[in-house]
Structure formats: structure tokens, C-alpha cells
């Protein structure tokens, strides 16, 4: 949720604060503003409401803007409408109008994230004589800083601590003080925030592919630190103001990978990465005909030892929390519950020492997720995190951490992520099952050999793309669709229906096919589109009744199933067929289709597929 950049050295800012916001308008694109300082000149900011590209024509490409530090944001509402006024950067003196302009404010920021308690903070400083123009909370906090800057006469670093100090929620701050020209200052907290040195120059951004043309050496600011940037250096400061030490890591990605490559849109790109995204997470776990948790610390003693896993996550990740709980259960016989993070935050489930809370997250700074890990934490559960950004807060903050090797995915919509984590939890369900002696060393070795059989089969299923995209041309008016399944096929549905809603705005419901009469039927009516998910042999001839009982109330019925099942013929309307596998890892084959599904059906529509509206990659707040 939104996306800061900063830049200080000796080229022009402005291209270069645009470049990187570019590559971070997957976190917000409700507006976007830049501040610009040329030498000891005062700031001067531009802000554009709606996509990035005005904010580009508006600079001149960012060419009519002198000056060689800056900061940059592109927003994501929390607080306050999607309006000039509430478009970053803000700054702490008053300002009229739109906030544009060169301003004369002492402290000029932007930020990502949400101060909870923004509005007692107003309120204080309104007695302070401070007026306000947005109805943001981070103008909240620039004139707090702004005002412990002024009123104990200390020096950046010391006026952001005191802030810091003293507000609560989440932040990544970058802001520009008049007294201080080609220095930038920074704090984090929750929300993410990396910079990046060169020879002469650094960077500040939310994510690695901002800064990835520039520089691959980074410092990952911890939590509650503050940072003074200067062209090529960078110092960090704790709550107190002390000067700490922190590593400088090297970003070992190929920035090619966060490029479009020729495809259309970053989501068919990353449906297509999905074969080496599979490969390389599992390649990275299977060694030598064995799963090894060795990175991440997960020994078979601590495996055996499980006695109760909780999965928590959000969105996508939920879902294949969803998948993994079958999988699980069903392979390892260990009772697994499978929790939304925004809801498992504020029940109280008891948990112990054996119990494995395992939190799965593309991201690694989902508000809601990152809280869930910390709650199961102070709760004394083991916590696992299955991540793909690397040194994310959740990778940080969980005991042990299992990457998947996805690569960077920009599509809000996830699907590499969400098949890399698909992969690493089957392998981790295989493991289990043999750790703990549920299935034998020949079964073992005959399931690892069929989950290495994934990637290709993926890429077979890919290429079958010309059929989905032709189903996706009649279905565009749709008005409801209605996704079914019972067991992992329910699992899959969940996936297929958020894939289809989130990018091509039609309602669409993922029901366990059994519910249906238990009240969601009542909505089927002519040529509503029921899409049934039937890869589980066992469960087949259920779903394909709950699907008839569609069919005779006027529904038109799409079949998703395994190769062989030609039967299915006789009672749907169309069929696409993925591979055989093992029935516990079809997931991975069943929710390609539908990926391209949704994918086709948005581009039919005219949609904006890589930025949904309303939506952000990565939701960092709660
Ligand atoms: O970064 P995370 O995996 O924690 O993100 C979780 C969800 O926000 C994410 O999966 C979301 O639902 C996607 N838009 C789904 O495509």
C-alpha cells in the first residue's frame, strides 16, 4: 500500500524518483507527487491524482524539475479521499490550494503505512497553533516532526526518534528538512523500506525493483530505526538516537525479471513463469532424492514433534493454506486449521510449543499476517514462514523461514507466488508424512519424483491457453459466476473465483459444492456460468450431481478436471482438462486455466489486469 522512492546524488532527481515510482505503482495508483530540492533552493512539489503517467506529462517526464534530491510516493487512500490535496508529499507548514508548488515548510515527507492514532495527535498539535489542509495522517506526522524539530531545537535525526516515539500504527517515512539540502531522512516501522548505495548516490524505496537499475547494494532498515541518507552514505540510528551498525546486502535478482519481457501484461508473464517459479522452489527444497528444511532450520525432530499446525495468511495465500490443510491431513495425519490472519489476530486460540503456526505470505509485510506471526509468537507456538521477498518483516520475525523462489511478481493478481507456496507446502506435506512414518521410503520416493513431474505439466496446461481465452469471449457479460468444489477442489475453486473477481470486476462466489442447497442455489438462474472443479476421483460423482442440479435451474456449466475423464462431456457445456498427477498436487495444474481465465476475461473487458482498481499488491495496512 502505496510506494516511497528517494534519491540524493549528483543527477537530476526527478526521472530517476519516476523511474522508481513506476515500478512501484503495483502498491497504489490513486495519485502521486514528488518533492525535488535543486542545491539550497526550497523544495519544490508536484502532485497528479491518478495514474503515474500524469504525473510524467505533468514534469516533463520529470526533465522540468532541476535539483538532485528528492522523494517521490504513489498513493494507495487510507485516510482521505484520492485527491490532490491528500497526494504525497506533504509538507509542515500551510499550504492553499492543491499543495503544489515550492514550498517554504521547514520538513517535507511522504509515507507509507497508517498512524492509528492520527487524529489525537491533531488534535494536540492543532493547540499548538499547527492548521491543517488534508485529511491524511501523514501530514499528522510531518508536523510532528516539524514541531519537536522546533520546539527542542534538536537536529532531524532526534525530532524523527521523538516522533516515533510517539506515534502508533505503521510507517515508512522519507522526508527532506530546509536546513539540510542533498540529505534525506527515513524511519521505519511495519511497512517496508530498503536503501541503496552507489558511488555517489543513494536510494530509498519500498521494494527492490525500484532501485535495481542502480544499485544491488541495500540496507534492510530495521524496525523502529531511523536513517540519515547522503549521496553514497547512510547512517542508521536506534529509538534513542544512537548510531547502529547494519549489514549492507547484495540483491542476487535478475532485473529482467521485474521487466514485462515482451508480454502484455506482467500477469501473463508471470502465468508463464509459473514452470521455473515451481522448479526452483522445489529444486531449492529436494536434494538428493530428500526434502531438506536445513536453510530454514526445520529439522525432522521439530517436524516430529508437531502436534497441531495453524496456517494463517490472507487472500491468495489463505487459499493455499486451504490447499496445503488437505494435503496435509491427509498425507501427514496431522490436524491442521487454516485461519484468516485479520481474524486469527484477535481470537483466542490456545496454542503450545508443538504447535506449528506457519505464516504464508508473497509479500512478507501483510499487515495482518505479520500481527498473526507476532500473536503466535507471544502465544509460544513454533512459527514458520513460507515467504518470497527476502528479508521481509515476516522472514525476519518468524523462527524459521522458508523462501519460495518465485522472483519479483508485480501483477497485483498473484499466480507464480501463489504456486511457488503451493509447491513448498506439498513438499513440506511430504516430508511430514514420511518423518513422521505415514507413508513408506517407496512412497516417498515415488511422490517427490511426481512432484518434479510439475513444472512440465504446467507448461502443458499453458499451452492449451487459445481454448480459455476463446471460453473467456463468451462469458465477458457474465453477471455471476459460481465456482464449486468439494475437498482440494474447493480449495482450487477459492483461488479460480478471487482470480476471476479481482481482475475482471464480475461477482463470482467459490461455494464447497455440497453448501449449494443449503441456501446459494436459490441464485442460479439462466445461463448463470457454474464453473465445477473435478480433479478428486472420489468426490467426482458428487460435484458432477451438485453441478446437474445447476444445469436443471438453467446454470451453464464449465468442467475442470484430469485428463481421462471424458465422461464429464456428457453433462457440461465445455471442459479443459490438465495432466494426471498425484491427486494431492493437481492444485498446481487445476488453478492455471483458471488464472487464464480471469487473465482473458479482464483483457476482454478492457480492464486494467496488472492494477486492479481499489487494490494494492501488497496491503500493509490492516
Ligand atoms: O503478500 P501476501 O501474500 O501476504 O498477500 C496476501 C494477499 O493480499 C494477496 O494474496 C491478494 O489476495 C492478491 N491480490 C490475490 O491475487
Same mark, same amino acid.
Given at each position: 500500500?502505496?510506494?516511497?522512492?528517494g534519491?540524493?546524488?549528483?543527477?537530476?532527481? +526527478?526521472?530517476?524518483?519516476?523511474?522508481?515510482?513506476?515500478?512501484?505503482?503495483?502498491?497504489?495508483?490513486?495519485?502521486?507527487?514528488?518533492?525535488?530540492?535543486d542545491?539550497?533552493?526550497?523544495?519544490?512539489?508536484?502532485?497528479?491524482?491518478?495514474?503515474?503517467?500524469?504525473?510524467?506529462?505533468?514534469?516533463?517526464?520529470?526533465?522540468?524539475?532541476?535539483?538532485?534530491?528528492?522523494?517521490?510516493?504513489?498513493?494507495?487512500?487510507?485516510?482521505?479521499?484520492?485527491?490532490?490535496?491528500?497526494?504525497?508529499?506533504?509538507?509542515?507548514g500551510n499550504?492553499?490550494?492543491?499543495?503544489?508548488?515550492?514550498?517554504?515548510?521547514?520538513?517535507?515527507?511522504?509515507?507509507?503505512?497508517?498512524?492509528?492514532?492520527?487524529?489525537?495527535?491533531? $488534535?494536540?498539535?492543532?493547540?499548538?497553533?499547527?492548521?491543517?489542509?488534508?485529511d491524511t495522517?501523514?501530514?499528522?506526522?510531518?508536523?510532528?516532526?516539524?514541531?519537536?524539530?522546533?520546539?527542542?531545537?534538536i537536529?532531524?535525526?532526534d525530532?524523527?526518534t521523538?516522533?516515533?516515539?510517539?506515534?502508533?500504527?505503521?510507517?515508512?517515512?522519507?522526508?527532506?528538512f530546509?536546513?539540510?539540502?542533498g540529505e534525506i531522512?527515513?524511519?521505519?516501522?511495519?511497512?517496508?523500506l530498503?536503501?541503496?548505495?552507489?558511488?555517489?548516490?543513494?536510494?530509498?524505496?519500498?521494494?527492490?525493483?525500484?532501485?535495481?537499475?542502480?544499485?544491488r547494494?541495500?540496507?534492510?532498515?530495521?524496525?523502529?530505526?531511523?536513517?540519515?541518507?547522503?549521496?553514497?552514505?547512510?547512517?542508521?540510528?536506534?529509538?534513542?538516537?544512537d548510531?547502529?551498525?547494519?549489514?549492507?546486502?547484495?540483491? #542476487?535478482?535478475?532485473?529482467a525479471a521485474?521487466e514485462?519481457?515482451?508480454?502484455e501484461?506482467?500477469?501473463?508473464?508471470?502465468?508463464?513463469?509459473?514452470?521455473a517459479?515451481v522448479?526452483?522452489?522445489?529444486?531449492?527444497?529436494?536434494? $538428493?532424492?530428500?526434502?531438506?528444511?536445513?536453510?530454514?532450520?526445520? #529439522?525432522d525432530?521439530?517436524i516430529?514433534?508437531?502436534?497441531?499446525?495453524?496456517i494463517?495468511?490472507?487472500?491468495?495465500a489463505?487459499?493455499?493454506?486451504? +490447499?496445503?490443510?488437505?494435503?496435509? $491431513?491427509?498425507?501427514?495425519?496431522v490436524?491442521?486449521?487454516?485461519?484468516? *490472519?485479520?481474524?486469527?489476530?484477535?481470537?483466542?486460540?490456545?496454542?503450545g510449543?508443538?504447535?506449528?503456526?506457519?505464516?504464508?505470505s508473497?509479500?512478507?509485510?501483510?499487515?495482518d499476517?505479520?500481527?498473526?506471526?507476532?500473536?503466535?509468537?507471544?502465544?509460544?507456538?513454533?512459527?514458520l514462514?513460507?515467504?518470497?521477498?527476502?528479508?521481509s518483516?515476516i522472514?525476519?520475525?518468524?523462527?524459521?523461514?522458508?523462501?519460495?523462489l518465485?522472483g519479483?511478481?508485480?501483477?497485483? +493478481?498473484?499466480?507464480k507466488a501463489?504456486?511457488?507456496?503451493?509447491?513448498?507446502?506439498?513438499?513440506l506435506a511430504?516430508?511430514? +508424512?514420511?518423518?513422521?512414518?505415514?507413508?513408506?521410503q517407496?512412497?516417498?520416493?515415488?511422490?517427490?519424483?511426481e512432484?518434479?513431474?510439475?513444472?512440465?505439466?504446467i507448461?502443458?496446461?499453458l499451452?492449451?491457453?487459445e481454448?480459455?481465452q476463446?471460453?473467456?469471449?463468451? %462469458?465477458?457479460?457474465?453477471h455471476?459466476?459460481?465456482?464449486?468444489?468439494?475437498?482440494?477442489d474447493?480449495?482450487?475453486?477459492?483461488?479460480?473465483?478471487?482470480?476471476?473477481?479481482?481482475?475482471?470486476? %464480475?461477482?463470482?462466489?467459490?461455494y464447497?459444492?455440497?453448501?449449494?442447497?443449503?441456501?446459494?442455489?436459490?441464485?442460479?438462474?439462466?445461463?448463470?456460468?457454474v464453473?465445477?472443479?473435478?480433479?478428486?476421483?472420489?468426490?467426482? $460423482?458428487? #460435484?458432477?450431481?451438485?453441478?446437474?442440479?445447476?444445469?436443471?435451474?438453467? *446454470?451453464?456449466?464449465?468442467?475442470?478436471?484430469?485428463n481421462?475423464?471424458?465422461?464429464?462431456?456428457?453433462?457440461?457445456d465445455?471442459?479443459?482438462?490438465?495432466?494426471?498427477?498425484?491427486?494431492?498436487?493437481?492444485?498446481?495444474l487445476?488453478v492455471?486455466?483458471?488464472?487464464?481465465?480471469?487473465y482473458?476475461t479482464?483483457?476482454?473487458?478492457g480492464?486494467?489486469?496488472?492494477?486492479?482498481?481499489?487494490?494494492a499488491?501488497?496491503?500493509?495496512?490492516?
Open positions: 500500500m502505496c510506494g516511497i522512492v534519491y540524493t546524488g549528483n543527477e537530476q532527481a +526527478a526521472p530517476i524518483l519516476l523511474e522508481g515510482l513506476a515500478k512501484l505503482e503495483y502498491r497504489g495508483y490513486d495519485s502521486a507527487g514528488l518533492a525535488v530540492r542545491g539550497e533552493k526550497l523544495a519544490e512539489v508536484v502532485k497528479a491524482t491518478g495514474k503515474l503517467y500524469h504525473l510524467a506529462d505533468k514534469t516533463d517526464q520529470g526533465r522540468a524539475l532541476p535539483g538532485t534530491c528528492g522523494i517521490g510516493h504513489t498513493r494507495w487512500a487510507t485516510h482521505g479521499d484520492p485527491s490532490m490535496v491528500n497526494a504525497h508529499p506533504h509538507v509542515s499550504c492553499s490550494g492543491s499543495g503544489s508548488g515550492q514550498v517554504e515548510s521547514d520538513v517535507v515527507g511522504v509515507h507509507n503505512g497508517i498512524i492509528e492514532n492520527f487524529a489525537e495527535l491533531k $488534535e494536540k498539535l492543532l493547540h499548538h497553533g499547527y492548521e491543517f489542509y488534508s495522517d501523514t501530514e499528522v506526522v510531518v508536523k510532528l516532526v516539524d514541531y519537536y524539530y522546533k520546539k527542542y531545537k537536529g532531524p535525526v525530532a524523527i521523538r516522533t516515533m516515539v510517539r506515534v502508533r500504527g505503521s510507517y515508512a517515512l522519507a522526508l527532506m530546509k536546513d539540510f539540502p531522512f527515513a524511519a521505519r516501522k511495519d511497512s517496508p530498503i536503501i541503496g548505495t552507489a558511488k555517489d548516490a543513494s536510494y530509498l524505496a519500498s521494494d527492490v525493483p525500484a532501485i535495481l537499475k542502480y544499485t547494494s541495500v540496507y534492510y532498515i530495521g524496525n523502529l530505526q531511523a536513517a540519515r541518507v547522503s549521496p553514497g552514505q547512510v547512517k542508521f540510528y536506534d529509538l534513542n538516537g548510531e547502529v551498525t547494519l549489514p549492507l546486502s547484495e540483491i #542476487t535478482w535478475d532485473a521485474a514485462k519481457d515482451g508480454y501484461h506482467f500477469m501473463l508473464k508471470e502465468i508463464h513463469e509459473q514452470p517459479a522448479r526452483d522452489t522445489l529444486n531449492s527444497l529436494v536434494k $538428493e532424492g530428500r526434502v531438506s528444511f536445513s536453510d530454514a532450520g526445520l #529439522t525432530e521439530i516430529r514433534a508437531v502436534t497441531q499446525i495453524d494463517v495468511a490472507c487472500g491468495s489463505w487459499h493455499v493454506g486451504m +490447499a496445503a490443510q488437505y494435503v496435509l $491431513e491427509d498425507l501427514a495425519c490436524p491442521v486449521r487454516v485461519e484468516l *490472519a485479520s481474524e486469527f489476530r484477535y481470537r483466542s486460540i490456545p496454542l510449543e508443538h504447535t506449528l503456526v506457519i505464516v504464508i508473497q509479500s512478507g509485510e501483510t499487515a499476517s505479520l500481527a498473526a506471526l507476532r500473536v503466535a509468537k507471544e502465544r509460544g507456538a513454533k512459527t514462514a513460507v515467504v518470497n521477498v527476502i528479508g518483516s522472514a525476519r520475525e518468524a523462527d524459521h523461514v522458508l523462501y519460495t518465485a519479483p511478481e508485480i501483477a497485483v +493478481a498473484t499466480t501463489y504456486s511457488a507456496q503451493l509447491i513448498a507446502m506439498d513438499a511430504v516430508q511430514m +508424512a514420511f518423518v513422521r512414518g505415514v507413508i513408506s517407496e512412497k516417498y520416493a515415488q511422490m517427490l519424483e512432484l518434479s513431474t510439475i513444472p512440465d505439466k507448461k502443458r496446461v499451452e492449451e491457453k481454448r480459455i476463446w471460453f473467456s469471449s463468451k %462469458i465477458v457479460n457474465a455471476d459466476i459460481f465456482f464449486i468444489g468439494r475437498g482440494l474447493y480449495a482450487i475453486s477459492l483461488e479460480g473465483s478471487l482470480k476471476m473477481k479481482e481482475i475482471s470486476y %464480475i461477482h463470482s462466489e467459490a464447497a459444492a455440497g453448501e449449494l442447497k443449503h441456501g446459494t442455489i436459490s441464485l442460479i438462474e439462466n445461463n448463470t456460468l464453473i465445477g472443479v473435478l480433479t478428486q476421483s472420489r468426490l467426482f $460423482e458428487k #460435484t458432477v450431481s451438485n453441478m446437474m442440479e445447476c444445469k436443471s435451474r438453467g *446454470a451453464y456449466l464449465m468442467g475442470l478436471t484430469t481421462g475423464n471424458f465422461s464429464v462431456e456428457d453433462s457440461v465445455f471442459t479443459v482438462y490438465v495432466p494426471k498427477t498425484d491427486e494431492h498436487f493437481v492444485a498446481s487445476a492455471v486455466p483458471l488464472q487464464l481465465l480471469g482473458y479482464s483483457v476482454s473487458r480492464l486494467d489486469v496488472d492494477k486492479p482498481r481499489n487494490l499488491k501488497s496491503v500493509t495496512v490492516e
